[in-house]
């Protein structure tokens, strides 16, 4: 079964408790239905519910229940649960809001868990319920029975630290970004890997320190096509930062954020969408491929780098869905996806300390590795 934490209640008991009066002016949303994917020893549901605030007076969450479509309970979070896997986005150009007042939109990241894909539901509904008693029931959806993509690793053989996720915590999972004259927030990062290079050791750089970007094991290391694809879109000419926190050698923008980026489409997704592959923080000068070109799986594309938003010499790799390759980066849906082949070797000491599901040590075939883990790529295995 699922990891069940906090306060649990039925459907029943929670129409019991609720006020006998006028239905909350609350909308309760999944923009983004889930996808099943092996990660961590488990198989995994990853997804946003969205609590938006339609009234005029400000609401506290106090419990979101999820349950599958025949009512049964499949995971319950209380108050301080909440409180640690939610973000609250206001309206544009209002102060960040510290609380659901009017007009804000909780975005509460779920991250459920099972033993076996038989127990997994089909179809996901939530019961929310408020300081005060009143309750909500809705954001149904259901679970998209696709397979995942199998991809070759991003970057060449050797030790790998895998950084900022996937995990239901890390900075990409929580990154909700609205672009442009975007309403609803989209999470192109909620599968991202930060890829950094390790030695023996476990190092990322050779003076212990990485002051230079050229002390990077992974500096000027190669990135490869996943898979046959085409290359949607190509950004160079952004130089690479020097390594630490808010040495950026460009303001950031949405246009620089990324460094310089390929995107490569792997095909037809759901429906209309195409799935697509973005390659961030390329070494300048690096890339040598160019939009339209065909490339095959392992192709050499450019080097790893430090351009962009990043604090030191590493690959951010992410998979989306998108309706086409100019939203893909950003404007999108991050999907799961898993590798062929790796071998965990080791773990992220903290993360172990912290009680994090990890990967188990030896080869891996098919499964999308997590934040923490620190896996050996050979091409040849």
Not at 126 to 139: I, K, L, P
Not at 155 to 178: E, F, K, N, Q, Y
Not at 272 to 287: A, D, E, F, Q, W
């Amino acid at each position: 079964m699922t990891r069940a934490l906090g306060v649990s209640a039925s459907l029943a008991a929670l129409a019991l408790g609720a006020r006998m009066n006028a239905p909350l002016p609350v909308a309760l949303d999944v923009p983004a239905a889930p996808i099943p994917v092996i990660t961590g020893g488990t198989t995994a549901l990853v997804y946003e519910l969205h609590i938006s605030n339609l009234g005029t007076k400000p609401l506290r969450l106090e419990r979101i229940d999820v349950q599958s479509g025949d009512s049964k309970r499949v995971a319950s979070y209380n108050r301080r649960d909440i409180e640690r896997s939610v973000k609250l986005i206001g309206p544009r150009g209002a102060p960040a809001p510290s609380s659901l007042t009017p007009g804000t939109r909780a975005v509460f990241f779920a991250w459920l868990t099972f033993d076996s894909p038989e127990q997994m539901p089909q179809t996901l509904v939530h019961a929310v319920v408020f300081s005060g008693g009143d309750s909500v029931r809705g954001g149904q959806t259901s679970v998209r029975a696709e397979q995942n993509p199998v991809l070759a690793p991003p970057v060449d053989d050797g030790d790998w630290w895998i950084a900022l996720g996937p995990s239901s915590t890390a900075d990409h999972r929580r990154s909700a970004i609205r672009v442009g004259d975007d309403t609803v927030p989209h999470l192109a990062q909620r599968f991202a890997i930060d890829w950094i290079k390790m030695d023996a050791k476990g190092e990322y750089a050779r003076d212990h320190k990485g002051r230079r970007n050229e002390d990077w094991y992974g500096y000027g290391e190669a990135v490869r096509a996943v898979a046959d694809a085409r290359v949607d879109a190509v950004s160079e000419g952004i130089p690479d930062n020097t390594p630490g926190e808010n040495s950026r050698a460009v303001p950031m923008t949405v246009a620089t954020v990324l460094g310089n980026y390929v995107v490569l489409d792997l095909g037809a997704g759901n429906g209309p969408m195409h799935r697509y592959v973005t390659y961030c923080h390329l070494k300048p000068g690096s890339v040598q491929v160019h939009p339209g070109d065909t490339v095959h799986r392992g192709q050499r594309l450019g080097l790893i780098g430090n351009s962009g938003n990043s604090d030191g010499p590493h690959l951010h790799f992410h998979v989306t869905e998108a309706a086409d390759g100019t939203l893909a980066p950003l404007r999108s849906e991050g999907v799961p996806f898993v590798l062929d082949s790796f071998v965990v070797i080791n773990h992220d000491p903290e993360r172990v300390s912290s009680g994090a599901r990890l990967t188990a040590p030896g080869l891996q075939r098919s499964v999308l590795p997590v934040e923490g883990d620190v896996i050996r790529i050979n091409r040849g295995r």
